[in-house]
């Protein structure tokens, strides 16, 4: 597994013209900004179109929503994984974002998504040593400061996601 | 020679005497920038600050522990801030207008911390200090390096940095 500096690296290596495009995700108040190469797709999501997680299953991902379309994606509440919390009661309303991780392709849940904005590398800060040795799991792998006033979390949302999750996942994906 | 050696000579010892009397009596100082949280107030070594700066423009950092409030940028540096009081078992009120960070160091490692309000920067003699005895098994106590009982009885607990930075880490 790459270090958090080599993956800040990697993830800005990578760009052309020493800028990388961001999606600004809102999560519950706050905004997060996920590189957009790492969304597979965005589309609007109604509460008819998922399959609610049952209880076992929620207790085996506790993120979990439930199911998206034919092909059965789990879809994980985004708020909850990076707030490391339960996943929300319903209404579930707003976007989902389809990203991959380690060939599985998983939903996320977003309330909203703000059209795509180029951030320059020159703006872009690591997270302060004592930050990066407290993270729950390696999500956070920058900070953009967007704005004089305001930095914005830069995240991987694969990473987010509990690997201890994954297996869990497997199985309930299993028809 | 100089004719007034002989007078010279003996301002010379005198002036030793002085220093050699001032060394003796002049005690170890602390100077000590003195905060509130709660009803209780603290202490960090001066030489352990780097600046104090009021709590605007916070931004909250996803996958970190409910002690951490965020992030703020000080002039081009990226500080993490944190709330200590749940650390020492005080209550997590609101914060108001007179909320700082004081922006601390230990080791390279360097931290905003949150203080519901600084007070004042105060110099002591180090004999003043008091071991943490009272405290030692309380919250307080495990993060406390020593005591200073103030003239008028006030009790500022004197935060042990390396402590504080180590538990929070976790």
């Keep these: 597994m790459l270090s958090k500096f080599e993956s800040v690296k990697s993830n800005l290596k990578s760009t052309q013209d020493d800028s990388l495009e961001l999606l600004l995700v809102q999560v519950g108040e706050d905004w997060v900004g996920v590189r957009v190469r790492q969304v597979l797709h965005l589309s609007r999501f109604e509460p008819t179109q998922l399959v609610p997680a049952q209880a076992h299953e929620t207790l085996a991902v506790p993120p979990l929503l439930g199911w998206f379309g034919l092909e059965k994606r789990p879809v994980l509440d985004f708020g909850a994984l990076l707030h490391d919390t339960p996943a929300s009661p319903a209404p579930l309303t707003g976007q989902i974002m389809l990203v991959e991780n380690e060939r599985m392709i998983l939903g996320f849940l977003i309330q909203a998504a703000q059209e795509i904005e180029r951030a320059k590398v020159a703006d872009l800060y690591l997270l302060p040593a004592l930050i990066e040795q407290m993270l729950l799991r390696p999500a956070v792998w920058a900070l953009w400061q967007r704005r004089p006033d305001e930095l914005v979390p830069l995240v991987a949302p694969d990473a987010a996601f509990d690997p201890a999750h994954r297996q869990a996942l497997l199985a309930l994906s299993r028809p | ?170």
């Design chain 2, 1 to 170: 020679m100089n004719d007034n050696e002989d007078i010279l000579s003996l301002v010379r010892q005198r002036s030793q005497q002085q220093i050699g009397q001032g060394v003796h009596r002049q005690e170890p100082k602390i100077r000590l920038l003195i905060f509130r949280l709660g009803q209780e107030w603290y202490g960090l070594e001066a030489q352990q600050v780097r600046e104090i700066s009021r709590l605007s423009n916070l931004t909250r950092v996803p996958l970190t522990p409910s002690h951490v409030l965020g992030v703020v940028n000080l002039r081009g540096e990226v500080m993490a801030v944190i709330d200590v009081r749940k650390a020492l078992g005080l209550p997590q009120t609101g914060l108001s207008e007179t909320a700082r960070i004081i922006v601390a160091r230990h080791e390279g490692l360097e931290a905003g911390i949150m203080a519901e309000a600084v007070v004042e920067m105060i110099e002591a003699n180090r004999s003043s200090l008091q071991p943490p005895l009272m405290a030692v098994e309380s919250d307080r106590g495990r993060y406390a390096s020593s005591i200073l009982q103030q003239k008028d009885d006030q009790l500022i607990i004197v935060l042990n940095l390396a402590a504080l930075f180590n538990a929070l880490k976790v």
